[in-house]
């Protein structure tokens, strides 16, 4: 199996990650001979869209420190039409326009990802600890990366959108940084790339300056217990990318010129 | 009387009065986290014991 020179970049949903710059790099480097798998996420067009339609985002956080976006059936439904919906297509568009043969899909398609559905979750409201059983998110177990390869063997640019199926048939809210990771897991790649609106991970949030330029594996603990909010996923997806078999994860900045090729140059967060 | 049993150590429990069904609570006696199911009448269960207890 030929998985050594393949890079998967998350492409964050934050505003201020430049979608453009980063389609018009890869269309260099796959010129280049770079085969590259695209994850993105979605997160702020899925909010937009959820205040349009009169369900605005609702975020929990779990005894344990982490965030997620609560997502019942509804929000699902606008979580898909955000994200697999307009995200997806209009990446796969612009890749297009670039030459690039992009082939969108969520990790629903083929049973890309594989998800367990997270029924019992926890939230902290006014100190209160409540039990949350209508959540359509999970934790992905299986990626399909024979689907993967053939895609790429194909020519194809795949662009996947963190949506999985869960062993019921049902769609899930996956987190895009550990759907990202899983799928460089399931390829062996070489590089996960975790393109977000910051340098990288830092030491004193958000003081730039105090940017974390390299992390060994065996420090990650650490490492997670100093991540805030969103940080925190990405951290724990370096580590179940590594786990998995990935060479090396960075997370850099995708607000800047040629954010593939400025991270692969040593810019940002190395973590391996 | 929101009182209940602790299926886990028979310890009897009085709810708050403010308690909510889905709220957790911990045994005061044995530690365990229990969910309250309804309350009226009132019932608790042992709370699910997941590895990743958030939702993404």
Not at chain 1, 15 to 38: M, N, T, W, Y
Not at chain 1, 74 to 92: I, P, W, Y
Not at chain 1, 175 to 185: G, K, L, P, T
């Amino acid at each position: 199996m030929m998985t050594q020179q393949i890079i998967v970049v998350k492409l964050g949903g934050t505003e201020g990650v430049d979608f453009s710059a980063i389609c018009q790099d890869a269309a260099e480097l796959l010129k280049s001979g770079q085969r590259l798998v695209f994850v993105h996420g979605g997160s702020a067009e899925a909010n937009a869209l959820g205040e349009a339609l009169g369900t605005p985002p609702k975020f929990i956080t779990s005894p344990s420190g982490y965030t997620s976006r609560y997502t019942d059936r509804k929000t699902l439904e606008v979580f898909l039409m955000a994200v697999n919906g307009k995200v997806n297509s209009l990446l796969t568009e612009q890749l297009h326009g670039l030459g690039i043969n992009a082939f969108g899909l969520s990790g629903m398609d083929g049973k890309l990802m594989v998800a367990t559905r997270k029924d019992a979750i926890q939230s902290v409201e006014n100190g209160k600890r409540k039990m949350i059983r209508d959540d359509y998110t999970g934790k992905i177990e299986t990626v399909n990366s024979e689907l993967l390869l053939a895609l790429l063997n194909m020519g194809f640019l795949p662009v996947i959108a963190p949506v999985a199926v869960s062993q019921n048939g049902e769609a899930l809210n996956v987190d895009a940084d550990r759907a990202a990771a899983m799928v460089a897991a399931a390829l062996k790649a070489e590089t996960l790339l975790l393109l977000t609106a910051v340098p990288g991970l830092m030491e004193k949030f958000p003081d730039e300056s105090t940017l974390i330029r390299q992390i060994p594996q065996s420090k990650l603990v650490s490492a997670l217990e100093m991540a805030q909010g969103r940080m925190k996923k990405k951290v724990l997806g370096a580590e179940e990318a590594l786990q998995g078999g990935v060479g090396r994860v960075i997370i850099a900045d995708g607000r800047v010129e040629k954010p593939i090729s400025n991270a692969m140059s040593g810019n940002g967060t190395i973590i391996q | 009387m929101n009182t209940v049993s602790c299926p886990e150590c028979a310890a009897e429990i009085t709810l708050e009065a403010n308690a909510e069904v889905g709220e957790i609570i911990v045994c005061p006696d044995c530690g365990v986290d229990l969910e309250v199911i309804s309350l009226n009448p009132a019932e608790v269960d042992l709370a699910p014991m997941e590895q990743e207890d958030w939702g993404e």
